[in-house]
T-cell receptor, first 115, second 112 residues
Framework: GAVVSQHPSWVICKSGTSVKIECRSL??????MFWYRQFPKQSLMLMAT?????????EQGVEKDKFLINHASLTLSTLTVTSAHPEDSSFYIC???????????FGPGTRLLVL | KQEVTQIPAALSVPEGENLVLNCSFT??????LQWFRQDPGKGLTSLLL?????REQTSGRLNASLDKSSGRSTLYIAASQPGDSATYLC???????????FGKGTRLSVIA
């Protein structure tokens, strides 16, 4: 099956710093990438949708200037959490979808802890 | 806006028992519905995907049903095992291009 990787798998950073999370589709071209956030004991909440080469579309309540998403190629999308704060601590999961297909393939997630 | 609800939030059963997890969604005009498994601190494993035109899907000890008109799906797990312990997430897609909308999940514990 299709594989999506995320790097890093976990990261600890100081408040005020920026953190970049990479999401790669290893064996397919992800025309669309989705970024989700999951707080403890909560469900996955969609943050944004990005199509390769286009600006991301953010869900209501998600600050686009704080969560920078780049989808420059069909196999790589990045999420940068700028000026991270403790409340940004969460589990971030990306998902890639090949063009013309309906199935989303999920990465293993990145756990972010902001001190 | 589509909302997905899963009941119960947590469930603990003895090994060998059959069990049912419930999922409901507010907008019955869905494209498909998918059940996932999530182990603690891990990503998602897709279990079953049901298209809107289908009534059920089976994989091994798992059977998922879909009643689109009533906005409900169930995941049936037969002869549960301790290895089935995980959080089970239900997610729906409204159209082929829209992202999955998730429920909060049911945390299942199967006791040996």
């Amino acid at each position: 099956g299709a594989v999506v990787s995320q790097h890093p798998s976990w990261v600890i950073c100081k408040s005020g710093t920026s953190v970049k999370i990479e999401c790669r589709s290893l064996d397919f071209q992800a025309t669309t990438m989705f970024w989700y956030r999951q707080f403890p004991k909560q469900s996955l909440m969609l943050m944004a949708t990005s199509n390769e080469g286009s600006k991301a579309t953010y869900e209501q309540g998600v600050e686009k200037d704080k969560f920078l998403i780049n989808h420059a190629s069909l196999t790589l999308s990045t999420l940068t959490v700028t000026s991270a704060h403790p409340e940004d601590s969460s589990f971030y999961i990306c998902s890639g979808k090949p063009g013309g297909q309906e199935t989303q393939y999920f990465g293993p997630g990145t756990r972010l802890l902001v001190l | 806006k589509q909302e997905v609800t899963q009941i119960p939030a947590a469930l603990s059963v003895p090994e060998g028992e059959n069990l049912v997890l419930n999922c409901s969604f507010t907008d019955s005009a869905i494209y498909n519905l998918q059940w996932f498994r999530q182990d603690p601190g891990k990503g998602l494993t897709s279990l079953l995907l049901i298209q809107s035109s289908q009534r059920e899907q089976t994989s091994g000890r798992l059977n998922a049903s879909l009643d689109k008109s009533s906005g409900r799906s169930t995941l049936y797990i037969a002869a549960s095992q301790p290895g089935d312990s995980a959080t089970y997430l239900c997610a729906v897609r409204t159209s082929g291009n829209t992202p999955l909308v998730f429920g909060k999940g049911t945390r299942l514990s199967v006791i040996a």
